[in-house]
């Protein structure tokens, strides 16, 4: 099956009245050039089974949800912009799945939902300016998102949960409200080459009992921390850039476990690094110099990281003692 716009762009409506604008439900669809418009409580393209190729389009007002794709069912979606609309732009069901090319995502409620068991696929996508996350991959999820721009989410631009998995390559993570990135309880997350830039909370929060691995990101800019690896997370930063947070760069809380490896923790406005009583901490061949009030920050009862390798911390090492001030001490 085929429907294909014959106009320009924008020419060729197709407006639900109640219901979904179109429901697939065979094997192939193709719908090239379409625009769609929805009605309250459903979605505006819904696919309940087979799979969907939506080209060079555009999805609008959708108060439930743009695009639905269903348990088993598939869509593609090149050059298409959904958004914007009160709902969320793209839900992906249990064990449904997702490739996206070139689209633009804007819905008030979410960008991406994936839902457990659910793929998605981005590639040079946008996905920008809801009120919670422009990413949110549910319990057993996976997600490869890559060269993509998710940022002015009021919550985090990437919220991963129990048991996901997902993979950013080369995304860039700006201005979002709340996290760049953020990894709840036995999530797993891997980030390479990505710029992790001017968000309200950390740029990355590895929370209790996730993993994350970074490689080759920036960290910079941020209106708080860098990094946040809080109890019971643990994480590997691999040749990685903090600079420029308002917080420290990287802050390991009681219970927390994090391994740095040729990282540099440059300009912060704060603290390079922050470690917390119970907290464990391996330094291999970084840098940490001119950040504002210290290199290695140890709180009162922490103990001192482990250092490997030749490490440059240029701006010294400060404990805080049983009054609460600030000493100078030196490594053991």
Same mark, same amino acid.
């Given at each position: ?15 639900? =009245? ?63 912009? &959904? ?24 819905? +008030? ?30 319990? *057993?999820?996976? !997600? ?52 992790? *830039? ?35 997370? *643990? ?7 903090? =600079? ?8 390991? +809380?009681?219970?927390? @476990?994090?391994?740095? !490896?040729?990282? @540099? ?14 907290? +464990? ?31 440059? &911390? +240029? ?18």
């Amino acid at each position: 099956m085929a429907i294909l716009a014959l106009g320009e762009p924008g020419e060729v409506i197709i407006q639900a =009245s109640s219901g979904p604008a179109i429901v697939v439900q065979t094997q192939s669809a193709l719908l090239r050039g379409l625009t769609l418009q929805g009605s309250a409580g459903e979605a505006v393209l819904k696919v309940q089974s087979g799979s969907v190729r939506v080209e060079d389009g555009r999805i609008m007002d959708f108060p439930e949800a743009g695009v639905e794709v269903g348990s088993g069912a598939q869509a593609s979606l090149e050059n298409v912009v &959904i958004g914007p609309g009160p709902g969320v732009a793209l839900r992906v069901r249990s064990r449904g799945q997702a490739t996206l090319v070139g689209a633009t995502l804007q819905g +008030e409620s979410g960008g991406v939902e994936v839902e457990g068991g659910g793929r998605v696929q981005l590639s040079g996508c946008r996905l920008l300016d809801s009120r919670f996350a422009g990413l949110l991959a549910l319990e *057993q999820s996976q !997600v490869v998102g890559e060269t993509s721009d998710i940022g002015n989410h009021a919550c985090a631009g990437v919220h991963v949960l129990a048991g996901a998995n997902v993979v950013l390559r080369q995304c860039r993570l700006a201005g979002n409200a709340g996290f760049g990135v953020s990894v709840m309880d036995r999530g797993l997350a891997t980030l390479e080459g990505c710029q992790v *830039q001017a968000n309200g909370g950390a740029g990355l929060l590895i929370h209790r009992g996730a993993t994350v691995q970074a490689r080759t990101c920036t960290f910079s800019e941020g209106r708080s921390l860098g990094v946040d690896c809080a109890d019971g997370g *643990q994480g590997v930063l691999d040749a990685c850039e903090l =600079s420029g947070n308002a917080g420290a760069g990287v802050q390991v +809380e009681p219970g927390g @476990s994090l391994l740095l !490896v040729r990282c @540099s923790l440059n300009e912060g406005r704060d603290t390079g690094l922050l470690l917390m009583e119970d907290s +464990e901490v391996t330094l291999e061949e970084c840098v940490v110099r001119r950040n504002a009030r210290g290199g290695v920050l140890l709180a009162k009862d922490a103990a001192d990281p482990v250092l490997r390798g030749g490490n440059r &911390i +240029e701006d010294g090492f400060l404990r805080v003692d049983a009054g609460g001030n600030l000493v100078k001490v030196t490594p053991i």
